[in-house]
C-alpha cells in the first residue's frame, strides 16, 4: 500500500540545464526520463528520484569530478535575540 503525501514534492530542479557526459543534468543530476516524466510520478516516485539524486552527486564528488556544494551562512540584518 503507498503512503498518502499531502505535500506535493518540489523539483530538484536548479536551473541548470545541461548534460554532463552520462547523460545526467549537471544542475540537479537527472536522468533525460527522470526530467521529463517528473510531473506524471506519484510522490514516491519523486522522492525516490531525489535519493537516486543525490547518490549520484556523492559518486560524482567522490570521484573528483566536481567540487562540494557547501551551504552559504546567510546573515540576517535583524539583531540575533539569543
Known amino acids: ?46 522522492l525516490h528520484v531525489i535519493k537516486l539524486c543525490r547518490q549520484r552527486y556523492r559518486r560524482k564528488v567522490l570521484a573528483g569530478k566536481v567540487k562540494p556544494q557547501v551551504q552559504e551562512e546567510t546573515t540576517s540584518t535583524q539583531q540575533d535575540l539569543f
Open 1 to 46: 500500500m503507498e503512503q498518502l503525501e499531502f505535500f506535493n514534492v518540489p523539483s530538484p530542479c536548479v536551473g541548470v540545464c545541461t548534460s554532463d557526459e552520462k547523460g545526467y543534468c549537471k544542475g540537479c543530476m537527472r536522468k533525460r526520463e527522470e526530467r521529463f516524466n517528473w510531473l506524471s510520478f506519484t510522490p514516491a516516485q519523486q
